[in-house]
């Protein structure tokens, strides 16, 4: 039957390519790919020889239209990007929501996804998140960003490249505090895998120190804001305390 089905492919281990991915790349007609050519090495790699055609952010909607004639004609077409699930950071929201609006099937596999692979070995607070994807390139933007996400309790989760990973790291110290605790995942699945952790103004200078740190992928996590705590009428405990010590030595 005719549907469009989302493949996520491996992060960085080929071992992480999952039977029924490989199986349902083979079944269909046509896979659209971020990159043909990136794609074309996982797919000879599998044995896969399914034609592939090109759907990335500049002809997205125009591939959309052309996908849902052959979705009409019957066919069954996948989607996959360069590494990871598609759509998250990855080219592939227009043509889900235009497929869907026009009626047809979409079915997601589950596979890998560096947010949620490098979010469940962090030790951080697991049960509430926000996947925020890549911080601005600019550093207003970035410090805009950071300072609306500053009060925000769940743990933030940012994509990150080697070149611009000193730059958002110092802003997560000036914006989100110096103490705030955090983590850095790198190169997961893959030979370097590491983590990082310790405070913002901690895990800064461990990247700052070790140029290999500066390498590879890597996934930013935050803890989330934790209120100052405040006794019933809203005073602060710290404040609290400086009154205590400050009445004992009143007369
Ligand atoms: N769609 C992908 C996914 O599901 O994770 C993400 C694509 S996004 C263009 C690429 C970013 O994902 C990298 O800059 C890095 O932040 C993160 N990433 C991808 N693979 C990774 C890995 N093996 N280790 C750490 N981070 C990775």
């Not at 952010?57 to 591939?63: G, L, P, Q, Y």
């Not at 889900?96 to 596999?109: M, Y």
């Not at 790291?169 to 699945?189: F, H, Q």
């Not at 996590?221 to 004992?248: I, R, S, W």
Request: net charge negative.
């Amino acid at each position: 039957p005719p549907a469009l089905y989302i493949v996520p492919t491996p992060i960085g281990n080929l071992g992480d390519m999952s039977p029924r991915a490989v199986e349902v790349l083979k079944s269909v007609t046509l896979v659209g790919c971020e990159d043909t050519r990136h794609s074309g090495r996982l797919f000879s790699h599998f044995g896969i020889s399914t034609k592939t055609v090109s759907v990335h952010d500049h002809n997205e909607r125009a591939r959309a239209q052309w996908i849902i004639e052959k979705l009409a004609e019957g066919e069954a077409v996948a989607l996959v990007s360069d590494a990871g699930t598609p759509l998250i950071s990855d080219p592939g929201y227009h043509l889900v929501s235009l497929v869907r609006e026009a009626g047809f099937n979409v079915v997601p596999l589950p596979g890998p996804c560096a947010a949620i692979t490098a979010l469940s070995a962090s030790g951080l607070p697991s049960d509430r998140f926000s996947f925020e994807g890549f911080l601005p390139a600019k550093e207003k933007g970035r410090s805009d960003k950071l300072e609306a996400l500053r009060e925000d309790p769940r743990t933030l989760i940012f994509y990150e490249s080697p070149h611009r990973i000193i730059q958002s790291l110092e802003s997560i110290v000036a914006v989100l505090g110096a103490d705030r605790p955090m983590v850095m995942a790198r190169e997961l699945s893959k030979t370097f895998e590491t983590f990082l952790s310790g405070t913002a103004a901690e895990v800064l200078a461990k990247v700052l120190a070790d140029d290999n740190q500066q390498k590879g992928e890597m996934v930013l996590m935050c803890h989330g804001f934790v209120a100052p705590e405040q006794d019933d009428e809203g005073v602060p405990a710290k404040a609290m305390e400086t009154l205590a010590l400050l009445a004992a030595e009143l007369p």
